[in-house]
């Protein structure tokens, strides 16, 4: 174990690579790799890998690019690959794919703006859009809960409970591009917290079985129900996986849903990736000057910890919750879930929807004192508000 | 082998009995051809088979007609999906070809950008596109394997352009192995299979594969109709090694064309250009004949 000063795309290139290694022992590992920025390191740095039993494939494209990761994972390999923004669109049909397959592949997005216009900066729509797949979707901060989240994405994916695919998300360049301190496993801790992969529906190379082509309705009916029903095994599953990860790196790989200063706020901002490190700051300087606010950070978005939100707001009367994505004639889509999980369980709760740091824009201190000021003065929750623009200027037509 | 000979009708034959193919389909005589020469070579396979007639040949889950592994890939990635599979497969020194079956909309069409990045690889599969030169499964339309002048549901006053040349595309990347199959010539057929079952790397088959829905032929013809297209020279039967060295399997003899449009409803008689169309065929093999002795 030693302590680096990383980013968040060598991070990731380092768990995807160590876990791939770690499955030599079994039916090794193999990928399809693509380029995009801000992710291209990522690959890069699983290309240079020398791995003991695995092949990385650079294919022509994102679709591709997902559909060797898909070939080789049902041949029983540990399989992985990362894009981001338009790429995750292209890629979107084998992403689809690998979900009802229930292959546990896991992938870093990074997430950046989806084009028109071109922007390579940071905007979570890209791996949301993704949201209503069979895909595990975990949103993190910095380089260290890159890593960690990346290894422990392999160990619940993997798990027979589950065997559904994950996906590691980061924003683009906050954290993809800037170096912080982490802690960088050791190869044989990370053989140790991921065992041989065993994939129990692999295809054998003996067996006269079809995967993938016709089933009737009440076929597929049953084979949606068993994703729903793994879908509401991973919290339970995740726990134990953080637990082992614990054991194993001596680290806490993090909670679904991370609270700082909830036990008695009445207001709670409600956040994802780096938006909570700025936001935790803010939390912390008006907790000193003695206001009730709170800070919850999404870590899972699917499945939605809708239990965990709503014992980390107990003590809520009103929630800002910021999105850095937009839903196109809706508003964010952490808003929607966070709603729909308080429908019904808390109709009382005024929770209000923030567009900010889409595009690419930054989310600072002030940005988020002025949500915080506007939460505040609320006689009720509204429309969602445009953060950093002016909606009322003409010029915006 | 004996091309004729009854199939065994256990589940290890790679197409079973009762399977929902339409009568006369050129596929399932490709799929029969390709059992046989597996068998005689003692060799397996798995299939990979994008969207198309040939993974609606499997029927319903969970019961299927393969008696081999076969996965189901998105309509562009079949070459894509056999690359991560095979390469799982080296890396276990497991036996079996991993074989692409496509048709020719996702071969020509949807999945060309895939297939060509798979032969500039060299992947060590086989992809076999069996060539009704229409989206059959979906009802009918024109791909761009469609030959000039053929109706389909979106060409219904007949196609205007020609055939894309889909072998001279694989060829150009220079893989160990492409070839053209009738299987009006079920001993060059067989030998073909044969040749590419005992090759690595990537290696392309085009069979040229009748479809008497969508040609709007008589079942019973199909086998006369794909000789016809052989013997007037429409459909040159050739293999390529390395992108270099042409051999021409079967020479045409000279057959008129008129009679493949004449037994095809897909064909207007009087919209057939038939001198454009001996003329194209002549330039082809001459072209062919050239290449073939060139490298020889």
Redesign the interface.
């Known amino acids: 174990m030693s302590v680096q000063v990383i980013t968040g795309n060598h991070a990731a290139g380092y768990a995807l690579s160590a876990a791939g290694e770690a499955n030599r022992t079994s ?2 590992t ?3 790799i693509y380029p995009i920025t801000p992710q291209t390191e990522i690959v890069e740095y699983v290309a240079k890998f020398p791995f003991s ?3 990385v ?1 650079p ?3 994102e ?3 997902m ?11 540990r ?1 992985f690959t990362a894009s981001s923004s338009n790429g995750l669109a292209y890629m979107t ?2 992403i689809m ?1 690998a979900g009802y397959y229930r292959l546990p592949i896991v992938m870093v997005g990074v997430n950046r703006t989806l084009g028109p216009p071109w922007n390579i900066w940071a905007d979570q729509g890209d791996t949301l859009m993704l949201r209503d797949f069979p895909w595990l979707q975990l949103y993190c901060e910095d380089s260290q809960e890159v890593l960690d989240t990346t290894l422990l994405a392999f160990r619940l994916a993997e798990d027979h409970r589950i065997l559904l695919p994950a996906l590691t998300c980061m924003d683009a360049f906050i954290v993809s591009h800037t170096q912080t301190e982490t802690t960088m496993p050791d190869q044989a801790d990370v053989d140790r917290y991921l065992p041989d992969l065993d994939l129990p529906h692999r ?14 309705p009440h ?1 597929g009916l049953s084979m949606r129900l068993e994703i729903d029903e793994a879908m509401k095994r991973v919290p339970d599953v995740y726990q134990e996986c953080r637990q082992r990860f614990s054991e194993v790196f001596g680290r806490d790989p993090g909670d679904v849903i991370q609270t700082f200063g909830t036990e008695d706020a009445t207001q709670i901002l409600i956040v994802t990736g780096t938006m909570a490190t700025t936001a935790r700051e803010v939390v912390r300087e008006r907790r000193a000057a003695g206001e009730k606010i709170g800070l919850v950070k999404i870590k899972m978005f699917r499945p939605f910890p809708e239990g965990a939100l709503r014992e980390a707001c107990a003590t809520a009367e009103r929630v800002a919750v910021l999105d850095r994505n937009y839903a196109a004639g809706t508003g964010g889509v952490f808003w929607q879930d966070t709603r729909a999980a308080f429908q019904g369980h808390r109709d009382d709760l005024l929770i209000q929807n923030y567009l900010t740091g889409l595009c690419g824009e930054d989310v600072t201190p002030a940005v988020i004192g002025d949500i915080l000021e506007d939460l505040s003065e609320r006689d009720a929750a509204g429309e969602p508000v445009w953060m950093g623009i002016d909606t009322t200027k003409e010029t915006l037509q | 082998m004996n091309a004729t000979a009854p199939l065994a009708h256990d589940d290890k034959c790679l197409l079973r009995p009762g399977n929902t193919n339409c009568g006369g389909c050129g596929m399932s005589v490709g799929l029969t051809m390709l059992g046989r020469a597996l068998d005689k070579a003692e060799d397996s396979c798995s299939l990979v088979i994008p969207a198309c007639c040939g993974i609606v040949t499997a029927g319903a889950y969970p019961t299927t007609s393969y008696g081999v592994p076969t996965i189901a890939s998105t309509f562009a990635s079949s070459p894509a999906v056999a690359s991560g599979y095979a390469s799982i497969r080296d890396l276990n020194n497991e036996p079996g070809q991993v074989i692409c079956w496509a048709g020719d909309g996702g071969t020509y069409d949807i999945g060309l950008a895939t297939l060509s990045a798979a032969a500039e690889r060299n992947e060590n599969i086989i992809y076999i596109c069996y060539d009704n030169e229409i989206y059959g499964n979906t009802g009918g339309q024109r791909s761009s394997a469609t030959p000039a002048g053929a109706r389909t549901t979106t060409t219904p006053t007949g196609k205007v352009e020609g055939k894309k040349d889909i072998m001279s595309i694989m060829a150009a990347h220079a893989i160990p192995y492409a070839a053209t199959l009738s299987m009006a010539h079920p001993e060059d057929f067989a030998e073909k299979l044969a040749t590419a079952l005992s090759m690595t790397g990537m290696r392309f088959l085009l069979i040229h594969s009748p479809c008497p829905t969508g040609w709007k032929s008589e079942p019973e013809d199909s086998i006369e109709l794909v000789r016809i297209a052989v013997a007037s020279g429409l459909f040159p039967v050739y293999e390529v090694f390395d992108g270099a060295r042409y051999r021409i399997s079967i020479k045409p003899d000279g057959t008129d064309p008129a009679e493949y449009f004449h037994r095809q409803r897909r064909f207007a008689d009087d919209e057939i250009d038939l001198d454009e169309t001996r003329r194209v065929c002549a330039e082809r093999m001459r072209r062919l004949e050239v290449l073939a002795r060139s490298f020889h």
């Open positions: 039916r090794g193999a990928c399809g039993k695995g092949r494939v294919v022509e494209s679709h591709s690019a559909a060797v990761t898909i070939g080789a994972s049902i041949a029983g390999a399989a049909e084998n794919v295809m054998r190379y003996d067996e006269a079985r079809t995967i993938g082509g016709l089933a009737w076929e």
